[in-house]
């Protein structure tokens, strides 16, 4: 009996070791965080980032890289996201595994929340220090009171180096100069040590003698007065007094070393500077879009006007991060995450040039596993089926202007 026991514990010790180092093994690198799983009509109809571009894609502890581009906000915001009115410009890392050591839009810096008009678009640029080694997924992204996170296009950035090396030099404005890695860490770590230490003494003071049912019986046979003695009051006065003098004493010694402190800075920007994109002479018309079920494609029909005086193509229609390219008009230059470039993911049934004054009606199919990688496809769960997106078309300079597409999107079955 006892020999089945214990081959029944080892073996369900072994099976225990397998699924844990299984489940070790199984942890496939996660290309988004968070974005997926969010409703796509959202992702679709709320903020564009585009033009991104990431300075670099490994950097050493210490060293820093930026992250610059252009967002849009999009004018047919949706009514359950409150307003950008109140909005932080926030990067989507695991942890400080980056500092931020500055951001802005529209060349502002921002530390602080931003009010953010529908319709316009910024253009914003994050610094970030490297400081914890690995390969992290960076991502964009806006944060909106009352709205939640709004995630843009992560890449992937490999840091070097040691974690121990890292630094964050600060010359505040009374000359001296700071790491605000550890800087007054000695000091917190000290006063709570003392004010610790001195609640400890106070409790082992008390509980040295014995301390419930011996006295539960004095206070209930009416002797309470005989647990209290004058050497204990006078203890008590001595850990009262002595705690009023050690924070007056010790106020007064911190207002010493520091005389000159601010209070915490905070409230919202307003008057943030749009971008002023260059004006739009191409028209679109979103006549009809549809995606079918399952599918990993989009379909429009769109008619195209050429209001300019040069002949244009479309090269690119971008939602929700991920980029359709028609790679006989553009290539992407940028280094933009694999995973949600489809290098050649847009087909238009006639790309040839539309000349200035034409009209042409066109069939375009976005197609890309990056519809169905990101759960686009998913928009058939969502309560609204309307897409949003860019549309960039180029002109024979290789000028770009772009536009913005709005409407139904229908789903189809087999
Ligand atoms: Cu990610």
Known sequence: MKIIKDRVAKLSFVALLITMTAAMFYAPTASAHGEKSQAAFMRMRTIHWFDLNWSADEVAVNDTMTISGKFHVFAGWPETVDKPEVSFLNIGIPGPVFIRAGSWIGGQLVPRSVSLELGETYEFKVLLKARRPG???????????????????????????????????VTT?????????????????????????????WVIFWIKRPIFVPRHIAVSTGKADSLISAGDKKVGMIFGVGTLVIVAASMGATNEKYPVTTPLQAGLLRGMKPYQMPEATVSVKVDDATYRVPGRAMQMTLTITNNGDSAVRLGEFNTAGVRFLDSSVHEDETGYPDDLLAEDGLSVSDNSPIAPGETRTVEVTASDAAWEVYRLADLIYDPDSRFAGLMFFWDENGNRQMTMVDAPLIPTFI
């Open 173 to 201: 404005l009374t000359g001296q100069t700071i790491d605000l890695e550890d800087y007054a860490l000695d000091n917190v770590y000290f006063w709570h040590a003392v004010w610790f230490a001195i609640a400890l003494a």
């Open 135 to 169: 390969d992290w997924h960076v991502h964009t992204m806006m944060n909106v009171q009352g709205g939640g996170p709004i995630i843009g296009p992560g890449k992937w950035v490999t840091i070097t180096g040691k974690m121990s090396d890292f630094v964050n030099p």
